[in-house]
């Protein structure tokens, strides 16, 4: 290295730019405190502060920024669900999306690649037209697409005529895209942090402070603090946080695993996923096929990677791209995701006054961390349950209302 780069890192002249709050001591009291410095937290934050003029927040998080889901999730940004509750709110998300790199003056990389997902069955067929018309009826390009069309978007892929799995058709969605997480949650808690947010790592809640009815404050390892509102936005653990609220939600927690090869040169272009054969694959900028399927078959807190996982999806995805037998796994991880009954997420007001849930967002929550700073922020400022908020409150779990979107989810994140 040469000397003058040593003596300019060294220089005092020169002092390192924090991108988020240096470490302090907690205060006693902040006017909201978020539980969760994942990409929803941070967003939150971000939106508080930019668009409310709320700025006297503490970002909480047990471990590290971005260091749950979000640094876990395969990135797969889109809108092409099937009831129009879902459609709506995910198509708000894809649109800031695009802007969110001018909004955070940081590049997240987004690439819109379009999703292609394979019908192999007659009966996926029909589901995917109905998907179709519902997308395209608010404004999401989505349309079925034929065999022929499938191999044109992807050359790679192997139609399997006679096959056990034929692709038969797909659904295709030009909207489909990736962004880079970790650069999402950095963008919105730097920008956050600028407004006067705090951001505090290895602060773990371990306790809710209620009083008759009211969040009043949380208890961490690092001291009690009290504050004006409590929200929540702690992916995997959201049954276990909101317990220490008295609450009950409806949720079982599944790891959920995926894996990443040796490099390849550029091939594959769309986003692709087959729901039955559960596997979903893209290749990264970096030339790396990203490979996810289902969560692991029993419900578990662990973030272990399993052999028996990469055998499943190492078996899916041959079916589709027999040319991968060659590579090599570089890595595999897991994360836990809350699966809801109807698997969309909890968001909004809850049974305890001044506390506020972003929870359930189990497989799918990534494409969705926009959408969710802007509508939670505006509730934590207003009191007002946003309109596109409004059909994923818990109660619609009591009155039989649910949003069903679990045909949508499977296999494509
Ligand atoms: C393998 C995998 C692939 C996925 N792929 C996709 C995808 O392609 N597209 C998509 O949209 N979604 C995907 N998801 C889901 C997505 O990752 C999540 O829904 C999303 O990241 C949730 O964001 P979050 O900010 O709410 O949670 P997180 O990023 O998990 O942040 C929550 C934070 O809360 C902290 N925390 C927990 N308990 C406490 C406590 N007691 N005190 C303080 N802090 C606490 C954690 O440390 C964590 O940092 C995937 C998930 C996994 C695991």
């Avoid at 909890?346 to 506390?355: A, D, H, K, R």
Wanted: net charge neutral; hydrophobic share 40%.
């Amino acid at each position: 290295m040469p000397l003058s780069l040593l003596k300019y890192g060294f220089s005092d002249r020169f002092p390192a730019k924090f991108q988020f709050t240096p470490t302090k001591n907690l205060k006693k009291h902040y006017d909201v405190v978020i539980i969760g410095a994942g990409g929803h937290g941070a967003a939150i934050a971000f939106y508080l502060a930019k668009y409310h003029g709320i700025t006297d927040i503490a970002l909480l998080d047990r471990s590290y920024l971005g260091g749950g889901n979000t640094a876990r999730n395969t990135a797969v940004i889109r809108s092409n669900y099937l009831t129009p509750e879902g459609v709506r709110f995910y198509r708000e998300s894809v649109r800031l999306f695009h802007e969110l790199s001018n909004e955070l003056n940081y590049n997240v990389m987004l690439e819109e690649r379009g999703q292609l997902t394979l019908a192999c069955t007659d009966a996926a067929i029909r589901s995917f037209r109905w998907r179709a018309e519902m997308n395209q009826h608010l404004g999401v390009r989505s349309e079925l697409v034929d065999r022929q069309m499938v191999r044109e978007l992807v050359p790679s892929l192997r139609m399997a005529e006679n096959g056990r799995y034929p692709v038969l058709g797909g659904l295709w969605h030009a909207d489909g895209a990736t962004a880079r997480h970790d650069a999402v949650v950095w963008g919105y808690a730097r920008e956050a942090c600028a407004r006067g947010v705090e951001l505090h790592q290895l602060t773990e809640v371990q306790g809710i402070d209620i009083q008759n009815g009211v969040a009043k404050g949380v208890r961490t390892n690092r001291g009690d603090i009290s504050c004006g509102c409590v929200v929540q936005a702690v992916a995997g653990m959201s049954s276990v946080v909101a317990e220490m609220a008295g609450i009950r939600l409806p949720i079982h927690s599944y790891p959920l695993q995926a894996m990443v090869t040796q490099p390849y040169k550029p091939m594959l272009d769309p986003l692709v996923s087959s729901p039955q054969l559960h596997v979903y694959v893209q290749q990264t900028s970096r030339g790396e096929f990203v490979i996810g399927g289902g969560s692991d078959p029993y419900p578990l807190y662990s973030t272990r990677s399993t052999l028996e996982m990469k055998e499943t999806l190492s078996a899916a995805i041959l079916e589709l791209f027999p040319f991968l037998a060659q590579a090599k796994v570089l890595r595999q991880w897991a994360g836990i995701t809350d699966m809801t009954p109807d698997y969309s997420p909890i968001m909004g007001l809850s049974p305890v006054e001044n506390y506020y849930l972003d929870a359930g967002w189990g497989t799918w929550g990534f494409k969705a961390t926009p959408i969710c700073g802007k509508t939670m922020a505006q509730l934590v400022a207003t009191g007002t349950v946003p309109d596109l908020i409004q059909p994923f409150e818990l109660e619609r779990f009591y009155r039989f209302e649910q949003v069903n979107e679990a045909g949508a989810t499977a296999a494509s994140h």
